[in-house]
């Protein structure tokens, strides 16, 4: 029996309609004074649009014009929406705590360490066409077929993930006990999980911010200690300042076989990073496909390849990084982690 299927990148599918839920969009100001931002995809109809903590709803008309056949959003003249001109989301050189020194040289991309920044983005629920969502594609389930079986027959599993601060969770807004209180990514992902399957699963999050792959090995002690069922491996955030694609690929492979040295039947997800903000000088952006290349060669029986460097390609062919942004540079914000929790749970539901 052939068990690859094709699944997509959607929110929710409603008959022939993808409904998007809460994508995440920032208003700039535009040269006549009025804001304007864009959906990544075609809207049929929109929804809703509210403030990211859920507290404050807007109307189309009296906000924001939206005409059919279009993804471009725009503020009325009398919008109660605030749009944000490109100085406002700057900083003067050396006056944040870390250097975020813009591409052009004009001082500081603006550093949100909580929620600075999803305070200023809004989220827009709309539906969709299924036509205009990106390309399914292929997963093969065979890759992480011990834990789906275990997850099927209800056994208990253990989940552990070993990351950077993107895994960690920062700006998601449960980290900092404030609406709309989502979890992390990771969490979301062990939530999906009970609620398809009858199976408890245990998460431990052994995740560190400013972490990278060098690091990960240094804690593959650590993760054995937990009994994992399934490990979630997801740095290159941070490696990409300096670690080659060739060694990144190195370090995974390493960690993951000092952790199946003690448990050979232990499954893995591999995480492809998203990619930071191209007007970041510090980053070298040209290795985030490089170490997604590195991960998928590494894919075989017991390991997949969850593909987030593809996805936010994706989205940036449509959005401005903005709008997706947890802290300005290199974080997701709830939205960001919904869409990491949706390719990761993708690999096991």
Not at 7 to 34: H, I
Not at 176 to 181: A, D, G, L, V
Not at 221 to 235: G, W
């Amino acid at each position: 029996m052939d068990e690859r299927r094709a699944v997509t990148a959607a929110n929710e599918r409603q008959g022939d309609m993808e409904r998007v839920v809460g994508e995440s969009v920032l208003f700039l100001r535009v040269d006549d004074g009025t804001g304007s931002a864009i959906l990544q995809h075609l809207p049929a109809g929109i929804e809703a649009i509210a403030s990211s903590d859920g507290m404050t709803h807007y109307e189309v008309g009296r906000d924001v014009v939206w005409t059919e056949e279009s993804r471009l959003l725009r503020l009325t003249s009398g919008s109660r929406i605030r749009a944000y001109s490109e100085a406002e989301l700057r900083r003067p050189a050396g006056s944040q705590a870390y250097a975020l020194t813009h591409r052009d040289g004009n001082g500081e991309i603006l550093f949100g360490p909580e929620l600075e920044w999803a305070e200023m983005q809004l989220c827009v629920t709309y539906t969709t066409r299924y036509a205009t969502v990106d390309t399914p594609r292929v997963v093969d389930l065979e890759q992480l077929s011990r834990i789906r079986s275990r997850l099927r027959a209800g056994t208990a599993c253990t989940l552990v993930v070993l990351g950077d601060s993107i895994s960690y969770g920062h700006n998601a807004s449960g980290l900092y006990s404030r609406p709309p209180f989502q979890p992390p990514y990771p969490g979301l992902v062990a939530k999906a999980l009970r609620e398809r399957y009858a199976s408890e699963v245990q998460l431990v999050n052994l995740s560190v911010s400013g972490t990278n792959t060098e690091w990960g090995i240094t804690r593959a002690a650590d993760v054995v200690a937990e009994r994992p069922d399934l490990v979630i491996l997801a740095f290159g955030m941070n490696d990409s300042v300096s670690v080659s694609a060739e060694q990144y690929q190195r370090n995974m492979a390493r960690i993951r076989s000092l952790i199946r040295e003690s448990a050979p039947e232990c499954d893995f997800i591999l995480v492809a990073p998203m990619l930071g903000n191209p007007d970041w000088t510090t980053l070298n952006h040209e290795v985030f496909p490089q170490y997604r290349d590195a991960l998928s060669a590494l894919c075989e029986p017991g390991s997949a390849l969850a593909d987030l460097t593809r996805v936010w390609t994706g989205m940036l062919r449509q959005k401005n990084y903005l709008d997706l942004t947890g802290n300005g540079v290199n974080h997701p914000n709830d939205f960001g982690h919904r869409v990491y929790a949706r390719e990761v749970s993708l690999l096991l539901l």
